[in-house]
């Protein structure tokens, strides 16, 4: 876990989203859990009660609720970045799961990798960013060479 | 003929051997040499990277802060003071602002360092004056600020 082995970026949000309006990130949520097993009991529990009621409070994210026969519940998130997210909810209770999903749906869809900086400005000099002739006195007058006596000493000789 | 015992002579000898090497390997992928695909040579230079990036993550707070002071010194002397005597009597005037946030001032707000650096000489002079002068009145306003603990 080298900073320069794995992958890193900068802190950002996706199209300065909650300036203006504010556009949720989840594209589409799919849950994938089985009709019979044991460790999906949790994620039927929260089908019976808790989908709907999401669903209608998030207007703009595609929820699939897919049965399979399969081992492990899981929830595929999808972002509007392309980002695809597995949240693996075995022996979860509902509860937990709607927690799963508040913080999927609040996430954007950038990576969760190591954030270089913990802020990010696009302006960061407002006096204007210090260069060399900052703190320098301004010169009066124009930049001439100096010396005009020993040039007609040269021309004399 | 029957072979029975044929089969009892093929083992499988643990099959997850790839991604125990790959686990390893794939921390290896950006060294140079071989060190970066051969198990061998990579079990010992991973190990050492993870040993130096352990102890560098202690280190940079060191480099880093020595950074920002030698940056605050450098934009002090621009003014005509030197570096201790800007946070000593910085902290003496009660600006609590800690050496990262000076020298970024420092670079992208060159007047506001030029008003720190005047509020650090001022109370320099007020320091002098009521040491030489020992008038009982405090002399100025910097040195009545109380300091915050």
């Known amino acids: 876990m080298t900073s320069r082995g794995t992958p890193s970026r900068f802190l950002q949000s996706v199209l300065q989203n909650g300036v203006g309006r504010y556009v949720c990130q989840l594209k589409r949520l799919s849950i994938i859990f089985s009709k019979n097993a044991q460790s999906s009991l949790g994620v039927r529990g929260f089908i019976e009660e808790g989908v709907v009621d999401y669903a209608k409070y998030n207007p703009s994210t595609v929820v699939y609720v897919s049965p399979q026969s399969c081992r492990i519940p899981k929830i595929v998130a999808e972002y509007l970045n392309g980002n695809v997210r597995e949240e693996i909810v075995t022996s979860k209770t509902s509860i937990q799961i709607s927690e799963v999903l508040t913080k999927l749906t609040n996430q954007s869809g950038l990576d969760i990798i190591r954030l270089r900086k913990p802020f990010h400005t696009d302006n960061p000099s407002i006096q204007g960013q210090w260069h060399p002739f900052t703190n320098r006195p301004p010169c009066i007058g124009p930049i001439r060479p100096q010396k005009q006596d020993t040039e007609q000493g040269l021309s004399n000789i | ?149």
């Not at chain 2, 003014?79 to 902290?91: E, I």
Request: aromatic fraction near 10%; glycine fraction near 6%.
């Open chain 2, 1 to 149: 003929m029957v072979f029975l015992s044929l089969s009892c002579w093929i083992r499988s000898r643990g099959p997850d051997r790839y991604w125990k090497v790959q686990e390893i390997v794939k921390n290896a992928k950006h060294f140079r040499g071989r060190k970066n695909r051969c198990y061998k040579l990579a079990v010992k230079a991973v190990r050492r990277a993870f040993v130096y990036a352990t102890k560098g993550r202690r280190l940079k707070k060191r480099y880093m802060r020595t950074l920002w002071i030698s940056r605050i010194a450098a934009a002090s002397r621009e003014h005509g003071m030197k570096y201790p005597v800007l946070m000593h009597n910085l902290t003496k005037s009660s600006v609590q602002l800690n050496r990262r946030v000076i020298s970024d001032l420092a670079i992208t707000e060159p007047r506001s360092f030029l008003s720190l650096a005047k509020v650090a000489r001022a109370r320099q002079q007020e320091g002098f004056r009521a040491a030489l002068g020992d008038g009982k009145e405090p002399v100025g306003v910097f040195s009545r600020v109380v300091l915050l603990q």
